[in-house]
């Protein structure tokens, strides 16, 4: 669905349905972003549990705290939180549907998406300047935000991987308004 700036406003509906065009997404659902969870452990996580802490710019410590992304979701009135389905770029995904949301005329349009960066086969953490601004975005967890709580108030399915022949479920989310 191509929609250009300045036409009328989309329809909860449309915006999953634009989501849903995308051939990586298997469902979306709009929710309130006063709906999605931010929490301070989620942060500890990062920095004692993830090897990518500190290793790109788009991570810890140089993505938004829980209370700055706190700040960032309260100055939105909706959100699409995308269910992805397996082995897709979640942060492709985000980036790509941002940009049609904001071509469609929604200028605050961010998306978010799961993981680390890749982009760069090293990451110039020392200068403090990511390569490739225009598509690389932070993941949820790395702004704090609690996605299992956030998933699981949506209606969406997610549990604790134990094994890797679980297939994980992934999760992006773009604020919209
Ligand atoms: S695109 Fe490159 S420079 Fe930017 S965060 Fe990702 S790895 Fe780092």
């Given amino acids: 669905m191509k929609r250009k700036a300045n ?10 349905e634009l989501a ?3 051939s990586g997404v298997s469902d979306a659902r ?7 969870v931010t929490a301070a452990w989620v942060r500890l996580k990062c920095q004692f549990g993830c090897d990518g802490f500190g290793q790109c710019l ?5 993505a938004p705290t829980p209370e700055q992304m706190r700040n960032v979701l309260d ?21 790509e549907l941002e940009r049609e949301i904001f071509l469609a005329g929604y200028w605050k349009a961010f ?5 680390s960066c890749y982009f760069c086969r ?25 996605v299992f709580s956030t998933v699981k108030k949506a209606g969406f399915p997610i549990e604790v991987v134990r094994t890797t022949r679980q297939c994980p479920n992934y999760y992006g989310l773009i604020l919209v308004d």
């Fill in 111 to 115: 998306g978010l998406g799961a993981g």
């Fill in 58 to 62: 788009v991570c810890p410590p140089f």
């Fill in 75 to 95: 100055d939105y009135h909706r959100a699409i939180l995308l269910h992805c389905r397996p082995g897709v770029d979640v942060k492709a995904i985000a980036a």
């Fill in 7 to 16: 036409q009328t406003k989309l329809s909860n509906k449309e915006l999953c």
């Fill in 122 to 146: 090293q990451c110039p953490v020392e200068e403090k300047q990511c390569r490739h601004a225009d598509r690389a975005r932070p993941s949820m967890e790395g702004c704090g935000i609690d």
């Fill in 20 to 22: 849903k065009s995308n």
């Fill in 30 to 36: 709009i929710i309130s972003p006063s709906e999605v």
